[in-house]
T-cell receptor
């Protein structure tokens, strides 16, 4: 039973355009959400996060939006760059600072020059 | 460089063998984890250690045992390896303070033949 779902296994975007990666979750007790980026043969690296008390968090080209009523979050990358090509994992946490992170299956983003 | 480092990067072994994967972090984190990424690409938590104390133990076979000689190290021992143990294993660490993200190692690809 997947509590965190990334329904698009892949996404292709032209350089300079916006990339939008989506994530849905089922557990209303999740209180913290994160996006990780993973290159081949490397571990996931933290990208950006958002607390459940907020609906938007921005860091440079990356913005995460949270819609709690829809149990949906998205990551926007503007403008997209070829170096952004990677697998992006959505993760959600339940249970405060000691809680587990539950990961989605990831979306492979390809940014074409 | 400050990092989470794990060795070996690749491990090929036969069924029935016992093997270990080592993990070290020099980030001053107080909690360390082992995650497994299976063939379906899900990242699932296996163990975590906080100040030498096991605080999470998901439904993992007891052939898997974490060993933490100090808070900078969390090694994974696997006994009587099975074909289904083939996966990529990631070590991770974080500070247990609220909203501190996970930092991952680069993974160990285990292949059991």
């Amino acid at each position: 039973d997947q509590q965190v779902k990334q329904n698009s296994p892949s996404l292709s975007v032209q350089e300079g355009r916006i990339s939008i990666l989506n994530c849905d979750y089922t557990n209303s007790m999740f209180d913290y959400f994160l996006w990780y980026k993973k290159y081949p043969a490397e571990g996931p690296t933290f990208l950006i996060s958002i607390s459940s008390i907020k609906d938007k968090n921005e860091d440079g080209r990356f913005t995460v939006f949270l819609n709690k009523s829809a149990k949906h979050l998205s990551l926007h990358i503007v403008p997209s760059q070829p170096g952004d090509s990677a697998v992006y994992f959505c993760a959600a946490r339940e249970g405060g600072s000691q809680g587990n992170l539950i990961f989605g299956k990831g979306t492979k983003l390809s940014v074409k020059p | 460089d400050t990092a989470v480092s794990q060795t070996p990067k690749y491990l090929v072994t036969q069924m029935g063998n016992d093997k270990s994967i080592k993990c070290e972090q020099n980030l001053g984190h107080d909690t360390m984890y082992w995650y497994k990424q299976d063939s379906k690409k899900f990242l699932k938590i296996m163990f975590s250690y906080n100040n030498k104390e096991l605080i999470i133990n998901e439904t993992v076979p007891n052939r898997f045992s974490p060993k933490s000689p100090d808070k900078a190290h969390l090694n994974l021992h696997i006994n009587s390896l099975e074909l289904g143990d083939s996966a990529v294993y990631f070590c991770a660490s974080r500070l247990s303070s609220y909203n501190s993200p996970l930092h991952f190692g680069n993974g160990t690809r285990l292949t059991v033949t």
